[in-house]
């Protein structure tokens, strides 16, 4: 209580942009997730890994837009890019969106099926739609290829997923069930633990019409728990096993190694969703896969899906997105940030130990969990459901912003590229302070 008066105290401006923003934004706010109570900070501008809010404070950005802000505020190459692209006159830039297939769109497929080793790809607005999209390529690939029986709809329409999984706004199964606002909510089948494989082949096996297997190889908004080698190469056999589409949502983890999670595993998923940083901070999402399941996106085949989006190809991310892989976040720049960022996660986990703090995660995603014991291991969200201090999470909350860390409200953090040591350094200190304190 102490420690949010003192948030309020500090923070006026926040407090009265949020009273203004509750007059046209149902709760002032236009993401549920950046809600915080009693109001949530506003922030005005970024530069490199720092953001400022509203009443002029600075913080070191730990939140990295949930992923999406991998390379930072203001990174030379993608402002050059941007700048380029929005100016024909200048030179080779396209301008903002043609309304027609353009070369910078095909570049950039050739560019993340080379990366990701996809035989075919499209590209969507967010790691949202990629998800739905390649749902229902799934779901028409198996109707199409097994026969769908007439009465009652197609027969091949669940989708086996895990709790704790995130696959975008309508797409949630954060506690064992589908959130209210889970698009055929009827559809989807949650398997109750996640590392847990005799449980998913047993639901996988169970099921009847399953048409797809959706899973990430870290839970990023499940608190960043990483998935054994053997549990995600034991779902995808069990997935074939079933004859049913292995998908693999990479939209969080595809940073954690040059060609994504799923190759550094060995994983040959049949489809992979993308998203988040590829648009180097705008709006982007892919889904791509196997040519024989992708092909029912192909226009020239009869019955085939259709997939539009007026922004689907839109030049700016699609030249942004390009130079992100080739120029910015390349192969080696992503293993060396990742052991880099594997090398701060093990200093924070040895400050913890024995505490009621635990880390968890993988390269650059980092879990943070508050419970009434230390965990020795967390295989999966009920794991830490089960002894969660909520008021000890506000609490390192409210000590971090006052410290001047930037971090997510439910203890999640996304590493910037190019984060000073001495930041880091200073954050690790941060925590043994207020373990100490508290
Ligand atoms: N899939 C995963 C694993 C995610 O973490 C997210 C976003 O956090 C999404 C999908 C949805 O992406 P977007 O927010 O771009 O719709």
Redesign the pocket.
């Known amino acids: 209580q102490a420690a949010e008066a003192r948030f309020t105290a500090n923070n006026p401006l926040s407090q009265q942009q949020h009273t203004v923003a509750l007059g046209s934004l149902p709760g002032g706010n236009t993401r549920s997730i950046l809600h915080t109570s009693p109001f949530p900070l506003t922030m005005k501008k970024g530069i490199d890994s720092y953001v400022w809010d509203v009443d002029g404070h600075r913080y070191l950005d730990l939140v990295g837009e949930?992923?999406a802000g991998l390379l930072g505020h203001s990174h030379p190459t993608i402002r050059r890019t941007i700048q380029n692209t929005l100016s024909p006159e200048q030179g080779e830039g396209p301008g903002i969106s043609l309304g027609a297939t353009t070369p910078h769109e095909q570049t950039y497929a050739a560019t993340l099926c080379t990366r990701f080793h996809l035989d075919r790809v499209r590209l969507t607005n967010?790691?949202?739609?990629a998800?739905l999209h390649a749902l229902a390529g799934a779901r028409h690939y198996m109707n199409t290829r097994h026969g769908s029986s007439g009465a009652g709809g197609p027969r091949w329409r669940k989708v086996v997923v895990f709790s704790g999984g995130?696959?975008?706004?309508v797409l949630a199964f954060g506690n064992g069930e589908p959130a209210a606002n889970t698009v055929d909510r009827k559809d989807f089948v949650v398997v109750p633990r996640y590392n847990d494989l005799a449980l998913a082949r047993e639901v996988i096996e169970r099921t009847a019409g399953v048409a797809a297997v959706l899973v990430?190889a870290v839970q990023?908004?499940g608190g960043g728990i990483p998935g054994t080698r053997e549990f995600l190469m034991g779902v995808r056999e069990a997935a074939r096993e079933k004859g049913a589409v292995f998908i693999l949502?990479e939209?969080?983890t595809s940073r954690l190694a040059p060609g994504g999670l799923g190759t550094e595993l060995g994983l040959d998923p049949d489809m992979v969703?993308l998203?988040?940083y590829l648009g180097g901070g705008l709006a982007i999402?892919a889904f791509g896969g196997k040519e024989e399941i992708m092909r029912v996106f192909d226009p020239r085949v009869e019955g085939g899906l259709a997939h539009s989006g007026t922004f689907n190809n839109n030049t700016l991310v699609v030249t942004v997105g390009r130079v992100v892989l080739e120029e910015v976040y390349t192969p080696e720049v992503c293993r060396e940030f990742n052991e880099r960022a594997e090398r701060f996660r093990e200093r924070l986990v040895a400050v913890a130990k024995g505490s009621r703090l635990s880390f968890t995660g993988r390269g650059s995603l980092i879990g943070l969990h508050f419970t009434e014991g230390g965990l020795e291991e967390v295989r999966c969200g009920e794991d830490v459901r089960a002894q969660e201090r909520g008021d000890l999470k506000d609490l390192f909350w409210f000590e971090f912003i006052e410290a001047g860390f930037w971090t997510t409200r439910r203890g999640f953090l996304c590493l910037i590229l190019g984060t000073p040591e001495e930041e880091l350094d200073r954050f690790v200190e941060a925590v043994r302070g207020i373990l100490e304190k508290h």
């Open positions: 949930f992923s967010s790691g949202t739609e998800n995130y696959h975008g706004a990430e990023g908004a949502d939209v969080m969703t998203g988040k999402g």
